[in-house]
């Protein structure tokens, strides 16, 4: 039994760090009503703390905060404490990425050994998940493909979408929706702001945030290290992305063949930049020199380069529409190479 007897919001999500009964520092979480006020999301509490201890207590793994207590009825989680860790997009603002290259690099490791640790127990980890409410295993691994296959293509003015790149762009939903051995468990969101690590020392990274875990194709989680999530403009070199392979390969060895991670990459990274595309109308609104537009233009053609050995087509379109954005928004056409790594989004 777990007694918090104090705690202190963390703002501005549904986070405190409390204090036990016996003195000990703890992180609870809770739920509540969606933003919309349309649905209750206590699946996320479920699928937290089935994920956790499906890997300390199925797995032995100690990647990730440890369950202490849940309560289904409230809606409350009680987290082992992985203070004085921090999170690395905080660090990696603050300081740049250049004082932080150890940390990058143990961060790609530990997203890799997700992977490679938890592949191949997906039935395992459903028995948990099941046990605590209902879960549909299929909506986990096809959620984000079902629903870029039934929008299609994004629509971009006068950048038209021959047939090629829509055969393209099928394969590559294909290939996300049947991982194969690349079936492992995601936390759902694999950017570096649910990666902590040590500021001093040896970084001893752990993975947060798991309340839309589920078992999907592992390449999803290595696109934040070849294209830039939202909060940035611009990524650090290969070292990171090729030690990723390297911890995935030890639990999916396919993960060496070059063919099929290729194909896995560049589905998943083109997919990603498709789906950021949606926002389109969104970004058009904003004013001149808004970095969510730079941000699109960097984001697309981040995943050309990704895609262009499996998806030459649907690469070359992705950067017909970046050359578009440039030309429609003058002030996101930027040379991103010339920027630091990791520089940040303002």
């Not at 905080?90 to 250049?98: E, F, H, P, S, W």
């Not at 969101?189 to 592992?218: K, S, W, Y």
């Amino acid at each position: 039994m777990v007694n918090v007897v104090e705690w202190t919001r963390l703002e501005p999500w549904r986070v405190a760090r409390g204090r036990t009964d016996r003195d000990e520092s703890v992180i609870v979480k809770w739920t509540g009503p969606h933003a919309s006020g349309s649905r209750d999301e206590a699946w996320r509490v479920r699928t937290e703390a089935a994920a956790l201890r499906f890997l300390s207590e199925d797995l032995g793994a100690g990647l990730a905060p440890r369950v202490l207590a849940v309560d289904l009825a409230t809606g409350r989680l009680v987290l082992e404490d992985l203070a004085p860790r921090t999170a690395l997009d905080g660090l990696l603002r603050r300081d740049g990425a250049a004082a932080h290259a150890d940390r990058l690099a143990a961060a790609a490791r530990v997203r890799g050994e997700l992977g490679a640790i938890t592949a191949g127990h997906a039935e395992a980890y459903y028995r948990r998940r099941s046990a605590l409410g209902p879960v549909d295993p299929a909506a986990d691994r096809l959620g984000r493909v079902a629903r870029q296959r039934a929008s299609g293509m994004p629509s971009v003015p006068d950048v038209p979408v021959p047939g090629g790149v829509e055969r393209e762009f099928g394969a590559a939903l294909d290939e996300l929706a049947d991982p194969g051995p690349f079936l492992v468990l995601s936390n759902g969101d694999a950017e570096a702001n649910n990666v902590l690590v040590r500021a001093d020392g040896h970084a001893d990274p752990r993975l947060i945030d798991f309340e839309f875990a589920g078992f999907t194709h592992a390449l999803h989680d290595a696109v934040p290290l070849y294209v830039p999530g939202p909060g940035w403009l611009s990524l650090g070199g290969a070292a990171e992305a090729e030690i990723h392979r390297r911890a995935l390969a030890a639990g999916v060895p396919q993960a060496e063949d070059d063919g099929r991670y290729g194909r896995g990459l560049a589905a998943a990274c083109a997919s990603y930049a498709l789906a950021r595309l949606t926002r389109l109308p969104v970004l058009d609104g904003r004013p001149a020199g808004d970095d969510s537009r730079a941000q699109l233009v960097a984001t697309l053609e981040a995943a050309a380069r990704a895609a262009e050995g499996a998806l030459p087509r649907l690469a070359g379109w992705c950067r017909r529409v970046a050359a578009a954005l440039r030309r429609r928004w003058p002030d996101a056409d930027r040379d991103f190479g010339a920027l630091a790594p990791y520089t940040s989004r303002r």
